[in-house]
């Protein structure tokens, strides 16, 4: 019984210590914004940075919209919030379970989770941004400067255990696109 309460206490003591530093480093809600880009539809929506941000500071915290076990996938169910936030999350499509899947991010092991503005992030294998969580929480941390007005992305793979063309592989099996960026490009032209 004594194990049970010290094991919580030193929870709750470094949950503590954790949101003391997550308010010292923490940029907050209004330190990027979604942008809809009107003139390519496949691009769609992107999320750029409002002002400079520091390497190593949170730029975003945020709790899931959904989550749910990845083995019943297809048996998920929303509530009418719920579902309207998913139907405006990309891909354009009205089947409400696809959209969860390509949007989730996997919190542990079984346990997927959908982000409303955080899956609004576009993929890169450069990224300037990574994240991780703190109980279902995402958390997003610039893994470098980030200039104002400069797209802000993660990575939706392991991106340094995979050469060019596995990475491609991934991306278009798993989202359906072939990315672009600044790694990609300069690993095929050195091809």
């Known amino acids: 019984m004594k194990y049970c309460i010290v094991t919580k206490i030193i929870i709750v003591c470094v949950l503590i210590i954790i949101l003391i530093f997550c308010s010292m480093y923490f940029y907050g809600k209004n330190s990027i914004k979604i942008v809809q880009n009107a ?13 400079f941000i520091p390497k190593g500071c949170i730029i975003s915290i945020e709790n899931p919209i959904i989550t749910y076990n990845s083995k019943d996938q297809h048996n998920i169910f929303y509530n009418s919030y719920q579902k309207k936030l998913i139907m405006n999350l990309h891909p354009v499509t009205n089947d409400i379970n696809h959209k969860c899947h390509k949007n989730a991010f996997v919190i542990s092991d079984d346990i997927h989770g959908v982000f409303y503005n955080n ?13 991780c969580f703190i109980f279902e929480n995402i958390v997003m941390v610039a893994t470098r400067d980030i200039m104002k007005d ?11 255990k995979y050469d060019l063309n596995d990475r491609q592989n991934l991306l278009k099996k798993g989202w359906d696109f072939t990315c672009e960026c600044s790694r990609c490009k300069m690993e095929s032209s050195v091809k």
């Open 39 to 51: 003139n390519n539809i496949t691009y769609g929506r992107y999320t750029i940075a409002t002002r």
């Open 150 to 160: 400069e797209e802000i992305t993660i990575s939706y793979i392991d991106y340094l």
């Open 119 to 131: 899956s609004m992030i576009n993929h890169s294998c450069d990224p300037n941004v990574h994240y």
